[in-house]
């Protein structure tokens, strides 16, 4: 068997910010109670190895006691949210995405000049509940072309829409040609919302999955991007499956399997990645093959609130930068893997 690695697949700039954010926090602040509104990135492992440290999790902001730190989710908050935060004096830290911010931008500035707003999305997840949030009266949510007819449009050349961050490219682009059929002056946001990590690791797929067998997406179920991932394999005709960590791999996936694609959804660290990587090693004398698709360099500042922590507690933030790098197959680990084969994909 071989296995195939996408790169890039895992943590993407908005994921490793959020996550050291709270890492900073719990470095910075020892002994306070740190809350998060949300899961803070859509992973069961991530919470849960916060959660082992002390960090409590909530889903209502009146759960968090006065004057505690609270930090919001890479998925973004509504303004009603930051005002219940403000109102029980919290010290609110911010790790939203900057790419989420900028739909919510983007939200904002239509709903000001009269636009009615069509929020292409999954109406439950958190990053819409925000978004939406911003301008609850100008905003409808588009899951799908049947929603279209049932929409309520007051005037078709007063129309925008915008995008989730992590939607499947293919379903967006389906969506959209309907929007756009149907109301033909609709405006587009500037430059797509689409965000880069989903569009490079959803091409990174639909590129390597052709070439394989089966695809291992390392997910939670409620990661959107990660659920993607699965679907852009089977768009191109790969089964994929979609697992958390090593506990879920099962041996009659793979019956007949020669090449297997292992990728990763944004919120998923690489560590989970590795110990499945191990198991296909150990188990079907696997060799890796990496595939290496697209570089990414991006990275996102700290949030300010942080910084205003880090120097209240004799820490420069400036010594303290974020730095993002490409998961390495590293010994530490991997393992001693046997790595026979390094591709390059462009
Ligand atoms: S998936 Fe995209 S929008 Fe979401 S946190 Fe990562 S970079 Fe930001």
Redesign the pocket.
């Known amino acids: 068997m071989r296995i195939v690695l996408a790169n890039p697949r895992g943590f993407?700039?908005?994921?490793h910010m959020a996550i050291d954010v709270v890492q900073q926090l719990l470095e910075l602040c020892p002994g306070e109670d740190i809350y998060v509104y949300h899961e803070i990135v859509h992973n069961k492992h991530v919470v849960h190895r916060f959660r082992e440290r002390g960090v409590a999790f909530v889903e209502d902001i009146d759960e968090v006691p006065e004057g505690k730190i609270v930090v919001f989710s890479?998925h973004g908050v509504s303004p009603a949210v930051r005002q219940a935060a403000a109102e029980r004096n919290l010290t609110s830290v911010d790790a939203t995405?900057p790419?989420?911010t900028k739909v919510h931008m983007e939200a904002i500035r239509y709903a000001r000049q009269g636009y009615q707003i069509l929020l292409v999305g999954h109406a439950d997840h958190q990053e819409i509940v925000g978004t939406r949030g911003e301008a609850p009266d100008s905003i409808q949510v588009v899951e799908r072309p049947d929603d279209i007819p049932n929409l309520n449009i007051i005037d078709p050349n007063k129309l925008a829409y915008l995008t989730q961050?992590?939607l499947s490219t293919d379903d967006a682009d389906v969506i959209i040609s309907a929007l756009k059929r149907a109301f033909p002056n609709i405006k587009e946001p500037p430059g797509g919302d689409i965000?880069?990590?989903?569009t490079n690791r959803q091409r990174a797929v639909r590129q390597i999955a052709p070439e394989c067998d089966l695809t291992l997406v390392i997910g939670s179920r409620n990661s959107s991007?990660s659920v993607r991932l699965t679907e852009i394999s089977q768009n191109v005709g790969t089964p994929a499956r979609l697992l958390d960590d090593v506990s879920e791999l099962q041996d009659d996936w793979f019956t007949g399997i020669e090449r297997v694609l292992v990728t990763a959804g944004?919120s998923a660290p690489e560590d989970l990645v590795a110990g499945v990587v191990r198991r296909l090693v150990e188990t079907y004398s696997a060799e890796i093959e990496i595939a290496d698709v697209f570089d990414e360099d991006v990275e996102f500042a700290i949030p300010a609130t942080l910084k205003r922590i880090m120097r209240e507690n004799g820490v420069d933030p400036s010594q303290r930068k974020i730095r993002f790098t490409k998961p390495d197959i590293t010994e530490s680990l991997y393992g001693a893997v046997p790595l026979t084969v390094s591709a390059g994909h462009h």
Request: proline fraction near 0%; include cysteine; aromatic fraction near 6%.
């Open positions: 993407c700039a908005g994921v890479a995405c790419l989420v961050t992590t965000c880069y990590a989903t991007n944004a």
